[in-house]
């Protein structure tokens, strides 16, 4: 069930759907207690029909409490939270139509949308389970490892003063054997790093400020370089190791891939379905709103719900680099 929810009883409208889909995919069951799909538990019976494990799942996932294939264990209070919810449903459902809520003109429509919705959902699945296959992740990892560049990263220390004149003097007591985190733990202004030595750990220049940046990007591993001035004093850097940046891991850009394929995707599939179908627009384009975001030309139309998670750029294979130590 594919319904989206404001609070746990809902409302009327999502009541209907419920019932209205129930009975148009399921014909009148009674009281056919065979499991949906294979393995799957019943968890509960209202008025002698059963309530399964996959029911409560989907309502978890269409309230967001959970991803799409994510686990839900039924002894978690997040199961019986849903549970409880789904027993709510079914009594208001059941209520409505002993009311005869479902043959109101309004209803009818209402239902026959969510019927649409539930079914363009399906069709987006089924497409991108069969797309969207482990080959294809590979694939579109491997194209990104091609594509990215590897930037050098450095790991280094520091000892930030509040003068020049303290900065040569750090210097100095550093070249004639001194131990850099010694004197960064007694002598470093710089909370962030003074109690672990002065350790900024790895990162790339480009993403440090610019006085980092030219005086540190021709250094050689062992060389003490400075003090030059940067924001909040003045910076004595030892330059610990210099390497190429690993590239991100298959099973982190997972999930990037995965949105991305998706997309592609849902995109194809409604650009070959409009290409198709004969679709007329019977309002007029709407008035410019001064400020307003503008759309690009190019920009896929909107997919359906199932697959509005795909809409994300592509995977990029570049780690992320770590916050230079002035923004710490």
């Known amino acids: 069930m594919i319904v989206e929810k404001p609070s746990r009883f809902g409302g009327l409208a999502a009541l209907l759907v419920v019932v209205g889909l129930t009975l148009a995919a399921c014909g009148d069951r009674g009281g056919d207690d065979r499991p949906p799909q294979p393995g799957d538990e019943a968890v509960a019976r209202v008025d002698g029909k059963a309530v399964w494990a996959s029911d409560v799942k989907r309502e978890a996932v269409a309230q967001g409490l959970i991803g799409e294939g994510e686990p839900l264990d039924i002894s978690s209070d997040l199961f019986r939270r849903v549970l409880d919810e789904v027993i ?17 003109p309004v ?43 590897q930037s050098e990263e450095i790991r280094a220390r520091q000892i930030v003063v509040a003068t020049p004149e303290e900065g040569e003097a750090v210097k100095n007591l550093l070249t004639t054997g001194a131990s850099f985190e010694a004197l ?5 202004t710089d909370a962030a790093t003074r109690f672990n030595g002065g350790d900024l750990g790895y990162f790339t220049t ?24 940067v924001e909040g004093g003045w910076a004595v850097v030892r330059i610990e190791d210099r390497r190429l940046e690993e590239p991100i891991t298959l099973e982190a850009a ?21 290409g198709r179908a004969k679709v007329e627009t019977l309002i007029g384009a709407g008035e410019d709103v001064p400020g307003a975001p503008v759309e690009p030309a190019d920009a896929a139309p909107e997919a359906p719900k199932a697959a ?21």
């Open 206 to 229: 480009d993403v440090m400020p610019e006085a980092y940046e030219g005086a540190l990007k021709e250094a050689k591993t062992g060389e003490i370089v400075g003090p030059f001035e």
């Open 184 to 188: 960064a733990m007694e002598r470093s």
């Open 88 to 104: 709510d449903q079914k009594l208001l459902a059941a209520e409505a139509l002993s009311r005869n809520l479902d043959e109101d």
């Open 107 to 149: 209803a009818q429509r209402r239902l026959a949308a969510a019927r649409e919705r539930i079914l363009g959902d399906m069709l987006v699945e089924s497409v991108v389970s069969d797309a969207v296959n482990e080959n294809a992740i590979r694939g579109l990892y491997q194209e990104q490892l091609k594509l990215a560049r």
């Open 308 to 328: 509005e998670a795909a809409k994300a750029p592509a995977p990029a294979a570049k780690t992320p680099a770590p916050k230079s130590p002035e923004a710490k």
């Open 254 to 274: 997972r999930p990037q891939i995965i949105r991305f394929l998706t997309y592609d995707q849902v995109r194809d599939l409604l650009e070959k379905l409009r």
